[in-house]
């Protein structure tokens, strides 16, 4: 398997353009989370999605940050407009199921590194 | 106070030293927990879960303190390629997963 697989590996872009990350979990797998990462702040969970429904949106930081799942195998996280404030890395992780177990391990993709000037 | 929290660091250690991180969280009702790897300016890993009982991995060995709310990371004969940042993660249940902003450790030649 080709692990996560997340696009584009980076991003550089203007104050006030809408930007789209993309995100292929690992086949079979039915859960799959998006979070950003920032010195500050480490890694913060966005959004989690489960069999492509969003189950918990509550860490979107508000109304300018879009998810959607369309199937199994694609999701996007879409930022319209952008502010330099969103400048991070944004990863996506999927695992087999979420149930808190101590066996149940996420998978990140390599990630997004964000810049908005 | 942070949910979880971490020493960011960094450690420098010299190769074949031993080095422990502490790692506390805040709710007494967190569930599971792990220790992730992440090298610079790539994803976190999973390095290893943490059980009640404790847990070896080869050089790694993991602990877990309910009553104190730790959990901690050995790392016994260090070497050059350990050098990471170490990322401790609280599972609050289901879905939830609380990440530390991680300790940084530099192992020298």
């Known amino acids: 398997d080709a692990g996560v697989i997340q696009s584009p590996r980076h991003e550089v872009t203007e104050m006030g353009q809408e930007v789209t990350l993309r995100c292929k979990p690992i086949s079979g797998h039915n859960s799959l989370f998006w979070y950003r990462q920032t010195m500050m702040r480490g890694l913060e969970l966005l959004i989690y999605?489960?069999?492509?429904?969003?189950?918990?949106d509550s860490g979107m930081p508000e109304d300018r940050f879009s998810a959607k799942m369309p199937n199994a195998s694609f999701s996007t996280l879409k930022i319209q407009p952008s502010e330099p404030r969103d400048s991070a890395v944004y990863f996506c992780?999927?695992?087999?199921?979420?149930?808190?177990?101590?066996?149940?391990?996420?998978?990140f993709g390599p990630g997004t590194r964000l810049t908005v000037l | 106070r942070k949910e979880v929290e971490q020493d960011p660091g960094p450690f420098n250690v010299p190769e074949g030293a031993t080095v422990a991180f502490n790692c506390t969280y805040s709710n007494s009702a967190s569930q599971s927990f792990f220790w992730y790897r992440q090298d610079c300016r790539k994803e976190p890993k999973l390095l290893m879960s943490?059980?009640?009982s404790g847990n070896e991995d080869g050089r790694f060995t993991a602990q877990l303190n309910r009553a104190s709310q730790y959990i901690s990371l050995l790392i016994r004969d260090s070497k050059l390629s350990d050098s990471a940042t170490y990322l401790c993660?609280?599972?609050?249940?289901?879905?939830?997963?609380?990440f530390g902003t991680g300790t940084r450790l530099k192992v020298l030649a």
């Open positions: 943490v059980y009640s």
């Open positions: 992780a999927s695992s087999l199921v979420a149930g808190g177990l101590a066996d149940d391990e996420q998978f």
């Open positions: 999605f489960n069999n492509n429904v969003p189950i918990d």
């Open positions: 993660v609280v599972n609050m249940g289901g879905y939830k997963y609380i």
